[in-house]
């Protein structure tokens, strides 16, 4: 297929002559790039010629403060309105990914506004200093980048875009706003800390198109080579070739081909030394001064472990062909196992393949014994969230089950929150909790995970008001009417006075929308109803899954962060309340075990660095691989001191593809390379930091700490 730019524009340095030739049929809006470039005449932001685009751009250097690019006030050209897609051109100078944030502000003037939670669990702000949305999104290291926003996530309904070539993840946060009630767009370009991150970006334009933008014509030189990995950059432990390849890992598994559990853990990973009640399946027990897991043998049970264990790192390769020194043909049998459809996308397995390089078409039995080897040799006892059930089974380690298909209904309340009180919700579940009949009798699993991270609950969301959104007919909005009618006794007068309306009667407020909260007496009503919500969606599946298995625990939801006080109102339903805890050290977790009563686990939680294989740190940022593996140590051991945290899981095995997995995200997180070669450092201190969770958690030794140097983090 032919490739050709979108556009051309040109201007200069005050008062050159905009000019736009497009090619594209549709509509093409181009924003006014004098006027954004006049209004930001500094050394931060300025007007230079372009090698890479062959006209001048807006070269953009973030500096203390990084207040970002205004792009669009009220009253400016384009309309928000008249077209589907935000696109600009981009290109990130530094040899890390890019990290830009497109914020969409409305007049606040009148507004009540709520703290803001944050995924690490600190507050930032209120509403009224914050975009009305946002979308992070990351672009892959020195490659001009069409980054294309669709304006239909403004409803706030989405939080993932889908992905564009070259463009890696991006994700939704905040609240729905119509285009007309947009006063303000905002660039911001990333990451920036003044001393180790200090990246430049030209932007070349600015448009909003009705289709999306044709693809940029081909690289001419690929920049992942044949083992998946990145050309323009070197590190060490960086692989020649693929005899080099074949050779350490050759190494690294007969080094570790008697890798046994320390001798004084039982055969689940428990310790010998705090024997409890056996019951043949794992329970929680608290000893009078701490929780604990207690594994099938009746042995204290700290849970070590890591998420994603399986031979997969695979990502979409549509419309990026260009990138690769090689990939697997169609008719490549050899590499068949390497390439799968996946949501209507081809991807490409550079794990897989190399797998299949070292190993031979045996590649799969000789992956299950050496990473079983592996995961005993650095201590882990637990298969974490996402892994391979058959791998899990078959190596006899304790693992968790993360349960498919949490039930949805037809209508969606909010996000994926769905219609609670319909028949609909309680017939799914009842065949959601179906799935546990083949793993009841499982000695080795330790529980289930009902669900992972609920959109839902990504930041402080009031979900009965935002069923009034829009008019849509659902059970639960009659539910709430009845409800209402009811706490007001019927008495509409005392609701139009106390809610500042004019309803005819209850059945009225069916058609209502808000846009914002009508009173603070709404807004409290709306409140005390989510919390109503909440507990029926809570509430029906459990009541299902304990009728198939009493057997094993319930480990929650995995919320991402606890962004509101509705998400405490799980914990009374599950064995043991889970969040997912990015950071240096665990999310404060006391206060979750008080409230709910259980114990508490971590099911992801991961540190990051750029110094070798990848462009991104992830969720949580760290300068090396040695500040990788300190960070490692001081999470795990100061979370274990704490009495209430029964396990932690760490987010990932393998490390994410340079290209990005079907999401785009492409971080240096991984145990292991794409090679299958395990980073020193980090392998290093999880062994001894693993050995010494009993130990810790039992006060006999006191936890490792150590303060590391905040460093920002590269994700999307």
């Not at 975009?131 to 490659?143: V, Y």
């Not at 404060?588 to 009563?597: D, M, Q």
């Not at 090679?675 to 062994?687: K, V």
Request: glycine fraction near 8%; include cysteine; aromatic fraction near 14%.
């Amino acid at each position: 297929m032919k490739k050709n730019s979108i556009s051309t524009f040109i201007w200069g340095i005050l008062g050159v002559l905009f000019v736009s030739c497009n090619s594209q049929t549709g509509g093409v809006q181009q924003f006014d790039m004098q006027k954004i470039a006049a209004h930001y005449s500094n050394a931060e932001t300025k007007v230079k010629a372009s090698d890479i685009f062959g006209k001048d751009i807006l070269y953009i250097s973030p500096a203390d403060g990084n207040e970002g690019v205004v792009i669009w006030e009220k009253g400016d050209k384009p309309a928000w309105d008249k077209g589907n897609y935000l696109v600009f051109e981009v290109y990130g100078e530094a040899e890390y990914s890019g990290v830009i944030n497109i914020e969409f502000y409305k007049d606040m003037k009148n507004f009540v506004a709520e703290k803001i939670v944050l995924q690490g669990g600190e507050t930032s702000g209120t509403e009224k200093d914050m975009p009305w949305i946002s979308c992070l999104m990351g672009t892959l290291p020195q490659l001009k980048t069409q980054v294309v926003f669709p304006l239909s996530y403004l409803d706030a309904q989405q939080l993932f875009v889908p992905r564009s070539p070259r463009q890696l993840k991006g994700t939704v946060s905040g609240n729905r706003l119509a285009p007309e009630d947009i006063v303000k767009v905002v660039l911001r370009f990333g990451p920036y800390d003044g001393t180790n991150y200090l990246p430049s970006y030209e932007l070349a334009s600015i448009f909003i198109t009705d289709s999306l933008p044709e693809p940029y014509p081909d690289i001419s030189t690929p920049v992942i080579d044949r083992l998946g990995q990145w050309k323009d950059k070197e590190w060490p432990g960086k692989l020649k070739d693929e005899k080099d390849m074949v050779l350490q890992n050759k190494e690294m598994a007969k080094k570790i081909e008697n890798a046994r559990f320390p001798s004084e853990w039982g055969r689940f990973g428990g310790w010998k030394k705090k024997p409890f009640k056996s019951t043949g399946f794992f329970r929680t027990q608290h000893d009078g001064t701490r929780w604990w897991l207690v594994d099938p043998d009746g042995y204290a049970f700290l849970s070590v472990g890591i998420d994603c264990i399986g031979p997969n790192s695979s990502g979409p390769v549509n419309g990026i062909e260009d990138l690769f020194d090689w990939l697997p043909g169609d008719n490549d049998s050899e590499y068949a196992e390497a390439v799968k459809e996946r949501r209507g996308f081809k991807t490409v397995d550079f794990y897989v393949a190399n797998m299949i390089r070292i190993y031979g078409q045996d590649w799969r039995n000789q992956w299950d014994k050496v990473t079983e080897n592996l995961m005993k040799k650095i201590r882990f006892n637990t298969v974490g969230n996402w892994s391979d059930i058959d791998f899990a089974r078959k190596s006899r380690i304790p693992y968790v089950l993360p349960l498919r298909d949490f039930p949805s209904t037809e209508v969606s309340i909010y996000r994926d929150f769905p219609d609670v009180f319909s028949d609909e919700y309680l017939q799914n579940a009842k065949e959601f909790a179906q799935q546990l009949k083949a793993y009841k009798d499982d000695p080795y699993m330790v529980g289930y995970f009902l669900r992972n991270e609920p959109q839902w609950a990504f930041g402080y969301h009031n979900l009965a008001y935002e069923m009034f959104a829009t008019q849509q007919v659902s059970h639960t909005k009659d539910e709430f009417i009845n409800w209402l009618e009811k706490k007001y006794q019927g008495n509409v007068k005392e609701v139009n006075a106390k809610w500042n309306l004019d309803l005819k009667d209850f059945a009225s407020l069916k058609d209502r929308t808000f846009k914002e909260y009508p009173s603070e007496v709404a807004k409290d009503d709306f409140h005390e109803f989510s919390t109503i919500m909440v507990k029926m969606y809570v509430d029906i599946p459990c009541d299902e899954v304990i009728k198939i298995d009493k057997n094993h625990l319930n480990l929650g939801m995995r919320y991402a962060w606890l962004s509101s006080d509705l998400l405490y109102k799980a914990g009374e339903r599950f064995d043991v309340f889970s969040i997912n805890g990015y950071g240096l050290v665990p999310p404060p977790t006391a206060e979750i075990a008080e409230r709910s009563g259980k114990p508490v686990m971590i099911g992801e939680f991961h540190q990051g660095a750029v110094d070798r294989a990848l462009p991104a740190t992830g969720i949580i940022g760290v300068l090396n691989q040695q500040e990788r593996a300190a960070a490692y140590r001081n999470y795990i051991e100061q979370g274990f001191a704490r009495p209430e945290l029964v396990g932690m899981h760490y987010f990932q095995w393998i490390d994410q593809p340079y290209y990005g997995r079907f999401d785009g995200e492409n971080y240096n997180i991984g145990v292991v390379t794409a090679c299958n070669i395990p980073y020193p450092e980090l392998t290093e201190a999880m062994t001894i930091t693993n050995e010494r969770i009993y130990d810790v958690a039992t006060g006999k030794v006191e936890p490792y700490s150590v303060d590391i140097p905040k460093t920002p983090a590269i994700h999307y």
